[in-house]
């Protein structure tokens, strides 16, 4: 029985520290985002595998915070 409660307890605390820790770097994560913020232009280049060349594209991206 003491097994038990000793484990549950542990688990416990495990839980309540990656909760504590998802809350930080969700802050993190929102701050860095907001640098990124805005409209971006550029292009994407891949290898076309059917003919072996080189193939470019535009690529834009719009990033908007909620």
């Known amino acids: ?7 549950s307890s542990l ?5 309540f520290t990656s909760i504590c820790s998802a809350q ?10 907001a640098k990124l913020s805005g ?3 550029g292009s994407l280049t891949y290898v076309d595998y059917s003919t072996g060349k ?3 594209m535009p690529a834009n ?5 909620m």
């Not at 029985?1 to 484990?7: D, N, Q």
């Not at 688990?11 to 839980?15: E, T």
């Not at 991206?61 to 915070?65: A, F, V």
């Open 39 to 41: 409209k971006w232009e």
């Open 1 to 7: 029985m003491r097994k038990i409660t000793f484990y």
């Open 61 to 65: 991206l719009e990033i908007i915070p």
């Open 24 to 33: 930080l770097s969700f802050k993190t994560i929102k701050k860095d985002f």
């Open 54 to 56: 080189p193939y470019t």
């Open 11 to 15: 688990g416990i605390c495990f839980l």
